[in-house]
Nanobody, 119 residues
Framework: QVQLVESGGGLVQAGGSPRLSCAVS????????MGWYRQAPGKQRELVAL???????NYADSVKGRFTISRDNAKNTVYLQMNSLKAEDTAVYYC?????????????WGQGTQVTVSS
């Protein structure tokens, strides 16, 4: 069981640069893939960014060049640096962990943190 706790959301002005954090209860270096997802009102949850154990990253086209995902194994924390926020970035942001993608489909979710972008 992996517990994830997000923080750093809130009301942000368009163009702002908040940073989301995801505190992980397990040893982060043992987790294969960490990710950030988001869900806007009336829409399906979508991938925002992924980072692998080795540090490889992948981003949704809508956030490429604006968001950066990173992981600090020493602090067991994953971050999402968000720059140049737009109104369409308004959503609940969820942290996700897939500890062993090769041998298991198990994944874990945080409770989410709301990000609201005001214009």
């Amino acid at each position: 069981q992996v517990q994830l706790v997000e923080s750093g959301g809130g009301l942000v002005q368009a163009g702002g640069s908040p940073r989301l954090s995801c505190a992980v209860s397990a040893r982060l270096f043992s987790i294969d893939v960490m990710g950030w997802y988001r869900q806007a009102p009336g829409k399906q949850r979508e991938l925002v960014a992924l980072i692998t154990r080795g540090g490889s990253t992948n981003y949704a086209d809508s956030v490429k060049g604006r968001f950066t995902i990173s992981r600090d194994n020493a602090k067991n924390t994953v971050y999402l640096q968000m720059n140049s926020l737009k109104a369409e970035d308004t959503a609940v942001y969820y942290c996700n962990a897939r500890p062993q993608v090769v041998i298991s489909t198990a994944q874990f979710w945080g409770q989410g943190t709301q990000v609201t972008v005001s214009s």
